[in-house]
């Protein structure tokens, strides 16, 4: 609330009491997106090396030889991750751009 009340101090309005400012309600969403895009950046880079961490676990104590294993993780597990990360990247840059 103090960020509202902040901005209503420095937009000048005159409405009837009870009524929104749209021009409030505009500069707080302005002011509340702008890390968004770092934030969802973040988070995907955190979710993909998870996934990574996990997968690589995965294949190591489920693997009876490691040279399968590994190169499985090569050819299929990470070509997949990394192309999920590139769609979800993608899709975070749709999402901002509103397309």
């Not at 302005?30 to 890390?35: I, L, P, R």
């Not at 955190?46 to 399968?68: G, Q, R």
Request: charged residues 20%; contains cysteine; glycine residues 4%.
């Amino acid at each position: 609330m103090s960020l509202a009340d902040d901005t209503l101090g420095t937009l000048a309005w005159q409405g009837a009491p009870g009524t929104f400012n749209p021009l409030l309600i505009s500069q707080l969403d302005t002011e509340q997106t702008e890390n968004w895009k770092q934030i969802a950046e973040f988070h995907i880079e955190k979710i993909a090396k998870f996934c990574t961490y996990f997968m690589s676990e995965a294949m190591i104590s489920s693997a009876d030889c490691p040279d399968v294993a590994a190169r499985l993780k090569t050819s299929k597990i990470s070509p997949a991750l990394d192309n999920r990360l590139r769609s979800a990247k993608a899709e975070l840059e749709s999402l901002l751009n509103g397309t």
